[in-house]
């Protein structure tokens, strides 16, 4: 259970995207890894530990092998989940008596399940420095994150509304805005951001900011056999991958740990899976190892991708949502995800690989399919693949409630993950 609290810990320290990477930075850091910026030139050693960050929301750590280097092993996931963003401008007063927040979804989300609980806000502010001579002022970004109850969005009486549990259409902009406080309190919300980044109001001059759920993370079940907590859809992956790395020297190949931001919402930004980060980044470990380009060429084709992506387990009171021959569960091991029109990239070759991965560590493995008739959504191997063309599987951690507010996985999958991410990045 040591890693399952640990992992719970992780992801209430990570409301969102810019807290999972300053977390993930801290950890290697402790264990030695060197910032690179990429603004600036790479000197890299063999047998050195290293990491980058672009946007402050995707990061990538790699580890250098003693000897010459035969390709790349890596893991990639992410580390954005669906929640509501803040609009600017963003309160509203109602009636004279309320302030509510404007927001707009982010990704693809289970709106019910963010009715009714204690939510607050995270994220980054970005910062006019005053003290940066010249004539503009140098932006400063500072992450934020509000650690009190702050909002509800409440539900609508049933006396009110008789056929609410025949079922019901969520609108966002009229119906999932957060309770911010009483009349008398506007202007709070900014002051208060303001309050948490130790800065002037007036000097704010952007900000990402999102709601979060402040629901803890537990452990329950009968023997306690599950785990439910918000965005384990992925943090479970990151952060299971990123113990992997840590606890793995590589003997040929780079160990290479991608985090993408931006995955719920389609990847095609300058942080996204269907960036230039990786790319960028591998090519600049061969310039910085004297590797031309050809010999680039030669590493991708002897490099392996795990892209690790929760799955979708058997639900209990909907089996029949799964597909009739491929049926995860929880604790059931790591899922294989496979797609035939390749919204997940195993084939197989590279599930053979994988499944000799958890021979290897000693961990069940287990496949996922969609019905047929029932469309599944898309993550980061076929999107990342387009600039970094390695063989590549998709897996996860069967789980359910994806994509809710507060989700359920299973406490056995969690040590089964990261034995297989220790044994792959050991080589």
Partial sequence: MEYVRKMLEFIEKSPCCYQVVEN??????????????????????????????RNGSSLIAFTLPHREMQGFHIVA????????KIKENAEMTVEDRYVKLNVEKYGGMILSTWLDRPLSAAGRVIVADRQSPGRFMAPVVKNVVVEKDLFIIPNVAIHMNREINKGIEYNVQT??????????????FR????????????????????????????????????????????????????????????????????????????????QGAASTFLKDTLQRICSALHINEDGYCRLLADSFMISADNAHAVHPNHPEKADPTNRPYLNGGIV?????????????VSAAAMKDICRQADVPWQTYANRSDIAGGSTLGNLS?????????????????MHSSYETAGT????????????????
């Fill in 385 to 401: 693949a387009v600039q970094v063309p390695v063989s590549t599987v998709d897996i996860g951690l069967p789980q359910l409630a």
């Fill in 412 to 427: 056995l999958d969690v040590e089964y993950m990261r034995k297989a991410m220790e044994c792959f990045y050991k080589g």
């Fill in 191 to 270: 002051r208060l951001i303001a309050q948490v980044a130790g800065v002037e109001e007036e000097d704010i001059l952007g900000s990402d900011l999102f709601l979060y759920n402040r629901e803890k993370g537990r452990i329950f079940g009968a023997a306690g056999e599950f785990i439910c907590a918000p965005r384990l859809d992925d943090l479970e992956c990151v952060y299971l991958s990123l113990q992997g790395m840590l606890h793995a020297l590589p003997e040929k190949y780079g160990n290479v740990l991608a985090v993408f931001d931006n995955e719920e919402v389609g990847s095609s930004t300058r």
């Fill in 77 to 84: 996931s992410h580390s954005d989940s669906p929640c509501f």
């Fill in 24 to 53: 993930m930075a801290a950890e290697l850091e402790a264990a030695g890894y060197t910032l690179l910026k990429e603004n600036q030139k790479w000197e890299l050693l063999a047998g050195g530990k290293y990491y980058v960050d």
């Fill in 336 to 348: 294989i995800k496979y797609h035939g029109s390749q919204k997940y990239t195993t084939d197989g």
């Fill in 175 to 188: 119906d999932m805005l957060p309770l911010c406080g009483g009349a008398e309190n506007r202007g709070a």
